[in-house]
């Protein structure tokens, strides 16, 4: 399970059942390739990546991993977090949103396979995300944590970053970083 509710009263899947089996019906009729990837339902064309199929907190979505190439005439896509630079978000909150746009998502989706297909690349910002004080701290202190955190992709070192930095308060900064330190030095991204 991919968080520790899993297969519990408590899971947000169980919220977004219905949701959840209607988007997963819109993407079996794509032709794309169902497996599971992150604990969730992933739709791959030829090992590649398209769509994922979500539950949150607050919504069920389709998410696409190349969204910010799709044309969006319909503007109905979002941003998948304020950060995202790649992805982007069709959030439901009841199984009837979905029949009104499902011509649209399946086009959405053929389009997403194309832009595959045409081996169609996302122009990553290259700016250097600011280190918090708190994890130049930490690297000082175990300079191990250190190498282990620089070996990992930089999308992974991107993602804790952002993840540390979010925190208001330095004690919330290092209470994340010590908690994050297990899977750093297992090579592990935040959600792996």
């Not at 019906?25 to 769509?51: M, S």
């Not at 997403?112 to 297909?117: H, P």
């Not at 690349?121 to 175990?142: R, S």
Request: hydrophobic content about 40%.
């Amino acid at each position: 399970m991919r968080c520790k509710y899993g297969a519990t009263p408590q899971c947000k899947v169980r919220r977004w059942q219905e949701v959840l089996v209607e988007l997963r019906v819109l993407a079996l009729q794509t032709g794309l390739k169902e497996t599971i990837k992150w604990g969730v339902p992933c739709y791959t064309h030829k090992e590649k990546n398209i769509i994922t199929v979500n539950a949150f907190k607050d919504y069920a979505c389709i998410s696409f991993f190349k969204g910010a190439l799709l044309s969006d005439p319909k503007k109905i896509l979002s941003k998948h977090g304020e950060e995202s630079q790649a992805f982007r978000t069709l959030k439901f909150t009841e199984v009837k949103q979905i029949s009104p746009v499902s011509d649209t998502v399946l086009a959405y989706i053929a389009e997403a396979v194309a832009l595959e297909e045409a081996g169609k690349k996302i122009e990553y910002k290259k700016e250097p995300t600011p280190l918090p004080e708190e994890l130049i701290t930490a690297f000082a202190e175990d300079p191990g944590f250190e190498r282990a955190f620089k070996a990992l992709t930089p999308g992974r070192q991107r993602g804790y970053i952002l993840y540390f930095a979010q925190a208001k308060q330095s004690a919330t900064r290092i209470n994340r970083i010590e908690k994050s330190k297990d899977a750093v030095l297992l090579g592990k991204g935040m959600n792996e």
